[in-house]
Each structure stands twice: as structure tokens, then as C-alpha cells.
């Protein structure tokens, strides 16, 4: 195998780009916003015509990751010369007029709990540093190289995936590109920030009750979870029936390029094996629901609370049919972490004593919690968890999507407690928009909304119907051209 830099920082030094403009999507990184400058269709668009070498953006790409002066630390892997002889076959590709797919040449960063042949799988934690690199990619990594993408490197999740902090035991802090002081969210903590950052305009997530909406809101990128299936996953973990694969992009344009180009089947993942059947609407044929509260308990900041009202009134005064809903759900927090510490205890039952001592001491304690769960508590949560999707069920035939804020609050900083609810480790409490379409395997996008007095984004989150990906994608990008028309 080639050289592989690993490990904190994945450069030896602590990492934001450099004051100069960047090969592959964004102006220089601030602690404010960042605005791509080059879409996806663009950039293959300059490769197919040799205006624009995949060798060139790679290095600039490599470049910048590696003079992160500003300590974002998005990488836990990287491997400069795996990338360049990629970079340089889609180059010849391209010369020979013979490209693979859609994104032939583009770099594209996978998060550290998805397997790439040949690298370790870390899953941020000490537990794994032991472990063999991996012997075969995972599926959704060989539609990306069916696809011609450039695989550079891994970003970093929090341990296991198990929360949306943004610091992990293997390799510390990822800082949000927005403001450093804050966090950048999770699990796809990693990927948010290199996206916002312009490290390259693709990064693969994963999201089993928000991990890729949550931090694509927080640090003003889009975050695509799709359909339940829609990416393959394998092997299955405990989270089997939550976990989704999904995208982060700085555009919607650019999430729908990349999501046509792996979007796929494969038989190491059941629940991919569907029908993807094209065509959707435009926006003003659809029935559009929208709600500020799902989580009974949980607290609209109030300049979200107002953006978001406000961009709904004037969907409706543009002549599109939007209507409130009701979602408000008593306990549904509650009834998801017992679900989730029973999951976290499930994927270490089996684990010797030394090696759960090696787990971050929080993440024990949710272990710890999972092991006393009562059994008839638990039963319990996980019918009210069923009586809630067939609300939600319900509730989308009477609607075609659904508008929500994607997050109740901006980014927090990073030394915030991860929630504020009774029980310390509960981030769903404080999370109530992401996690319920998890539990519903429904698609659905965070977007950019808007910004707060202090410059920290949050986001817009549109929600369809299993299997309406195209649906979802296309509604997204027609609202993205509501806001910039009023920004």
C-alpha cells in the first residue's frame, strides 16, 4: 500500500486553508460564511474540455488540507500519493475522451466508520488501533470508484458515531470552519468541516438520527440523507434499521450530481435492492406541510424560529401551498435514547473487559446505562417509536413534503455539553428535528437558511417520501433559488 498519514491532524500539524482561493469550491476559510465558487457539473464540465486537470484540483485539495494552520483537524487519514495516482488515471481517462461517470477526477473524502480497502477503520476511538486495515471496500465506496471519484482520505466521526459533538479519543477536536470556538457537529463531524472549509466538494456521511444533517446545518453546507437503502451499506451495525448513508456538498446542485452518480444496489445490502423509479414534481404541485416542533420539550431559538416562518410566508405568497402541521410528541426524545442505549450496549456486549476500558469513559457510561436498561421501559419505547412513524405515515398522505428547521439551535461551542436534558448524554432532547426521519427511513435534506447575529449558520430541512429521493433533491434546489434570490 502507499504511504498513508494518519492519525491526529492526518498532517503532523493541526490544520484551515490558506489565504488563497480554492481549486475546488470555495473562497479562502474565515471564521464566517463560505461560498462555493465551483459546482460539480462545473468542474467535470473543465475536465471534459481540458480547461481544468482532476491532477491539479487534488494537489491544490492536498495542499490546503495539509497548511491547516487554524486547527480545524477535519482528516484522521490521508493518503497524498494513493490520491495523485488516482487523480492522474482520471486525467489520462479524460485525454483517452474515456471517463468512468459523473465524477471521474472529483475528490471525494469517505467518514472513518465506512471501510476503504487497504486503510484502517478507526472509528475515532483507541479501541481499534489494533485492527487489520480493511481487506475490501465497502459497497458504497466501489460505486464512488465505479463512478471515476477521487478517494483522498477519511474524515473523522465521533467514536463509533455515537453522538454530535465534534471531538473524538483517536484524534481530538474538529473545529466548525464558520467559528473555530464551535462545533462543527456529528458524527460526520469531519466531513461537515471539510466541505465548509473547501477541501473538496464531496464528503461521505452517515446518519443514524441526524449525524449528517446536524452538522451540515451547523456549519452552513447541505447534508443529504436519503431513503433508507438509497446508498448501501454493509456491514450492518446495531443501528441497522437507522443508519443511512448520505452526502455532504457545499449546494444542492452539487448533492444531486453526486447523489446520481453512487445512488445504487448492491447485494451486500438488502434493503438497497428497490426499484429507483425517476421523475418528480415542481415545487407549486406539491402539498407542503410545515412544523417548528416535534420533540414536545424542545426550544426554537428564536432567530430561527423567525427565518424560518418568514422564508414559509413567502413561499406562500409566491403561490405555493403550504400549510401548518401538527408533530408535537410527548417523550419522543426519550423513547429514542433508550433505543440507542440499548443499541450501544448491543455493539459491545461482546467486548472483553480491557477493551471497553479502552472506550471514551462517556461513551462506557451509555453502555453502562444500555446494560440496566428494564426490559418492559424499553418495549415500550420502541412501540411509541412504531405509533409515531405511522403518524408520520398518516400524515404524508395528506402532504407531499414537509418543511422543519434542520436544527433547533446554532452550532454550540465546543466546550458546551453535548445536551441539556436531565440526562447528560441525551443530544436528541436538544435534536428533535433530525432523528424522527431516521425512525422513518424517510429522505431528507438539511439546506442553508440563514446566519445569526454572531455569523453561525443553521439550516432548512425538507422531508419526502421513502423512495422520492428525486422529489426531495428537486423541491431543495428550487428553494435554494428562493434564498439566493433574497439574500
Given at each position: 500500500m502507499k504511504p498513508v498519514v494518519e492519525g491526529r491532524g492526518a498532517t503532523g500539524q493541526g490544520a484551515a486553508a490558506p489565504a488563497s482561493s480554492l481549486a475546488v469550491g470555495t473562497a479562502?476559510?474565515?471564521?464566517?460564511?463560505v461560498t462555493p465558487a465551483r459546482s460539480l457539473a462545473m468542474m467535470v464540465g473543465q475536465f471534459r474540455r481540458g480547461e481544468l486537470s482532476p491532477v491539479t484540483v487534488m494537489q491544490q485539495v492536498l495542499d490546503d488540507i495539509q497548511a491547516d494552520t487554524a486547527g480545524i483537524n477535519a482528516f484522521c487519514l490521508l493518503d497524498p500519493d494513493q490520491a495523485m495516482a488516482q487523480a492522474q488515471a482520471a486525467q489520462a481517462r479524460y485525454l483517452a475522451r474515456a471517463p468512468l461517470g459523473l465524477l471521474d477526477g472529483v475528490p471525494v473524502s469517505v467518514k472513518d466508520l465506512v471501510a476503504v480497502k487497504?486503510?484502517?477503520?478507526?472509528?475515532g476511538s483507541l479501541s481499534?488501533?489494533?485492527d487489520p486495515v480493511a481487506a475490501q471496500d465497502a459497497p458504497a465506496v466501489t460505486l464512488l470508484r465505479n463512478a471515476g471519484s477521487v478517494i483522498f482520505g477519511k474524515t473523522t466521526t465521533t467514536e463509533f458515531g455515537w453522538t454530535i459533538g465534534s471531538t473524538n479519543p483517536h484524534t481530538g477536536v474538529t473545529r466548525n470552519p464558520r467559528s473555530l470556538e464551535h462545533s462543527a457537529g456529528g458524527s460526520s463531524s469531519g466531513a461537515a468541516a471539510q466541505v465548509a472549509a473547501g477541501w473538496g466538494p464531496v464528503a461521505l456521511g452517515s446518519d443514524a438520527g441526524g449525524s449528517v444533517r446536524i452538522p451540515a446545518s451547523w456549519c452552513g453546507v447541505v447534508g443529504f440523507k436519503p431513503t433508507f437503502g438509497a446508498i448501501p451499506l454493509a456491514p450492518q451495525s446495531a443501528f441497522a434499521e437507522f443508519a443511512h448513508l448520505g452526502l455532504i456538498t457545499p449546494s444542492v446542485a452539487d448533492c444531486t450530481w453526486a447523489y446520481s452518480a453512487m445512488a445504487g444496489a448492491h447485494p451486500l445490502d438488502p434493503s438497497s435492492l428497490f426499484t429507483r423509479a425517476g421523475g418528480?414534481?415542481?415545487?407549486?404541485?406539491?402539498?407542503i406541510g410545515w412544523a417548528t416542533q416535534i420533540h414536545a420539550d424542545e426550544a426554537l431559538d428564536p432567530t430561527i424560529d423567525t427565518a424560518f416562518r418568514q422564508f414559509v410566508?413567502?413561499?406562500?405568497?409566491?403561490?405555493?401551498d403550504v400549510k401548518p402541521v401538527n408533530l408535537r410528541t410527548e417523550g419522543l426524545a426519550e423513547d429514542m435514547w433508550r433505543v440507542w442505549q440499548s443499541r450501544i450496549y448491543e455493539s459491545f456486549v461482546d467486548w472483553s473487559p480491557d477493551k471497553l476500558a479502552l472506550l471514551d469513559p462517556r461513551l462506557s457510561g451509555v453502555y453502562e446505562a444500555g446494560a440496566r436498561l428494564d426490559h418492559a421501559e424499553l418495549t415500550r419505547s420502541r412501540a411509541r417509536l412504531r405509533t409515531f412513524a405511522t403518524r408520520i405515515a398518516t400524515l404524508f398522505s395528506e402532504i407531499d413534503v414537509l418543511l422543519t428547521p434542520a436544527t433547533s439551535q446554532v452550532a454550540p461551542r465546543l466546550d458546551a455539553p453535548v445536551a441539556t436534558s436531565p440526562d447528560a448524554e441525551n443530544w436528541f432532547a436538544d435534536n428533535g428535528f433530525a432523528f424522527p426521519f431516521n425512525i422513518t427511513q424517510m429522505p431528507a435534506i438539511a439546506m442553508p437558511l440563514g446566519v445569526n447575529a454572531a455569523g453561525l449558520p443553521f439550516g432548512l430541512q425538507v422531508v419526502g417520501r421513502r423512495y422520492e429521493d428525486e422529489q426531495v433533491l428537486r423541491f431543495a434546489a428550487e428553494l435554494e433559488l428562493h434564498l439566493q434570490r433574497t439574500a
Amino acid at each position: 500500500m502507499k504511504p498513508v498519514v494518519e492519525g491526529r491532524g492526518a498532517t503532523g500539524q493541526g490544520a484551515a486553508a490558506p489565504a488563497s482561493s480554492l481549486a475546488v469550491g470555495t473562497a479562502p476559510v474565515t471564521e464566517k460564511s463560505v461560498t462555493p465558487a465551483r459546482s460539480l457539473a462545473m468542474m467535470v464540465g473543465q475536465f471534459r474540455r481540458g480547461e481544468l486537470s482532476p491532477v491539479t484540483v487534488m494537489q491544490q485539495v492536498l495542499d490546503d488540507i495539509q497548511a491547516d494552520t487554524a486547527g480545524i483537524n477535519a482528516f484522521c487519514l490521508l493518503d497524498p500519493d494513493q490520491a495523485m495516482a488516482q487523480a492522474q488515471a482520471a486525467q489520462a481517462r479524460y485525454l483517452a475522451r474515456a471517463p468512468l461517470g459523473l465524477l471521474d477526477g472529483v475528490p471525494v473524502s469517505v467518514k472513518d466508520l465506512v471501510a476503504v480497502k487497504g486503510w484502517p477503520t478507526r472509528r475515532g476511538s483507541l479501541s481499534s488501533l489494533a485492527d487489520p486495515v480493511a481487506a475490501q471496500d465497502a459497497p458504497a465506496v466501489t460505486l464512488l470508484r465505479n463512478a471515476g471519484s477521487v478517494i483522498f482520505g477519511k474524515t473523522t466521526t465521533t467514536e463509533f458515531g455515537w453522538t454530535i459533538g465534534s471531538t473524538n479519543p483517536h484524534t481530538g477536536v474538529t473545529r466548525n470552519p464558520r467559528s473555530l470556538e464551535h462545533s462543527a457537529g456529528g458524527s460526520s463531524s469531519g466531513a461537515a468541516a471539510q466541505v465548509a472549509a473547501g477541501w473538496g466538494p464531496v464528503a461521505l456521511g452517515s446518519d443514524a438520527g441526524g449525524s449528517v444533517r446536524i452538522p451540515a446545518s451547523w456549519c452552513g453546507v447541505v447534508g443529504f440523507k436519503p431513503t433508507f437503502g438509497a446508498i448501501p451499506l454493509a456491514p450492518q451495525s446495531a443501528f441497522a434499521e437507522f443508519a443511512h448513508l448520505g452526502l455532504i456538498t457545499p449546494s444542492v446542485a452539487d448533492c444531486t450530481w453526486a447523489y446520481s452518480a453512487m445512488a445504487g444496489a448492491h447485494p451486500l445490502d438488502p434493503s438497497s435492492l428497490f426499484t429507483r423509479a425517476g421523475g418528480s414534481l415542481p415545487g407549486q404541485c406539491l402539498r407542503i406541510g410545515w412544523a417548528t416542533q416535534i420533540h414536545a420539550d424542545e426550544a426554537l431559538d428564536p432567530t430561527i424560529d423567525t427565518a424560518f416562518r418568514q422564508f414559509v410566508s413567502r413561499l406562500g405568497g409566491q403561490g405555493y401551498d403550504v400549510k401548518p402541521v401538527n408533530l408535537r410528541t410527548e417523550g419522543l426524545a426519550e423513547d429514542m435514547w433508550r433505543v440507542w442505549q440499548s443499541r450501544i450496549y448491543e455493539s459491545f456486549v461482546d467486548w472483553s473487559p480491557d477493551k471497553l476500558a479502552l472506550l471514551d469513559p462517556r461513551l462506557s457510561g451509555v453502555y453502562e446505562a444500555g446494560a440496566r436498561l428494564d426490559h418492559a421501559e424499553l418495549t415500550r419505547s420502541r412501540a411509541r417509536l412504531r405509533t409515531f412513524a405511522t403518524r408520520i405515515a398518516t400524515l404524508f398522505s395528506e402532504i407531499d413534503v414537509l418543511l422543519t428547521p434542520a436544527t433547533s439551535q446554532v452550532a454550540p461551542r465546543l466546550d458546551a455539553p453535548v445536551a441539556t436534558s436531565p440526562d447528560a448524554e441525551n443530544w436528541f432532547a436538544d435534536n428533535g428535528f433530525a432523528f424522527p426521519f431516521n425512525i422513518t427511513q424517510m429522505p431528507a435534506i438539511a439546506m442553508p437558511l440563514g446566519v445569526n447575529a454572531a455569523g453561525l449558520p443553521f439550516g432548512l430541512q425538507v422531508v419526502g417520501r421513502r423512495y422520492e429521493d428525486e422529489q426531495v433533491l428537486r423541491f431543495a434546489a428550487e428553494l435554494e433559488l428562493h434564498l439566493q434570490r433574497t439574500a
